[in-house]
């Protein structure tokens, strides 16, 4: 919760994304028609904030729904959210004195929050409404036209998220490689590791020795020198042939030792 605390700020700052998301819940939820129009589509819903985020997540939002919904929403420009001067000037020229005394007023008072509320939802209002006659605000779409968009936004997540599996394994793989290779490159002291894990005689022990077995098996694999292993793992069974636990592991992975007479 305390990742929706800033929620709050936005929405009396003038962000209206967050009661967009609150209106995609309500579509999830099955409380709309195909029929109905959306509400004025917010600019940044393809940049969320991460409170704005973390609502989405709280909410249960559905990714593909969220992307198609915002197709049409218009990107939030550095001076638009940050408010530069160049934004309030024209603004502050036409306020009244009147209106200027009465913030100053809340200012003396201790109530900086609520002018500093007051004025940035003044002045959102303000540019909203010049904004209105000199741009093409996105058209309001029935939910069936958003619905129309979502297969093609679940296919490209899909793709994206396979890609990023085969990335993954692909680094898994390089890295399972170094360490095979590392392995033969100082087989002695695995083979010495292993043998002195085994003379613990622990559970945890024997386990640890048959993880490092069973990786020195693959890493002979890999390089066709399986002839290699068997030799070494038959030498290591002449000192540890007899322990039971141990030949069990080993017969379970179906390297099928036998304990010598």
Known sequence: MTRLLPVRNELLGGDARPLYLGWLARLGNGELCDDEFEPPVPAGLQALTPAQVALAEFLMLDADWL??????????????????????????????????????????????????????????????????????????????????????????????????????????REERTRYLTSLLEQEDTAWSSIDAQLRRTTGSAYDQAFQKLQDLAEAYANVRRDAVFRRRLAQLMSSHGKRGAWLARLQKAGYLWQPKS
Do not use: Y
């Open 67 to 172: 992307a198609a919904a915002a197709e049409s929403s218009p990107s939030i420009l550095a001076s638009e959210s940050n408010g530069s001067e160049d934004n309030f000037d024209p603004w502050l020229r036409e306020l009244s004195v009147d209106e200027m005394r009465a913030k100053l007023r809340m200012l003396l008072q201790g109530r900086s929050h609520e002018a500093e509320r007051t004025l940035r939802n003044a002045f959102l209002k303000w540019e909203k409404g010049r904004n209105t006659k000199h741009l093409n605000l996105p058209r309001r779409r029935r939910i069936s036209e958003i619905e129309s968009r979502v297969a093609a936004h679940r296919a490209i997540r899909e793709r994206r998220e396979q890609e990023a599996r085969q990335a993954a394994e692909a680094r898994r």
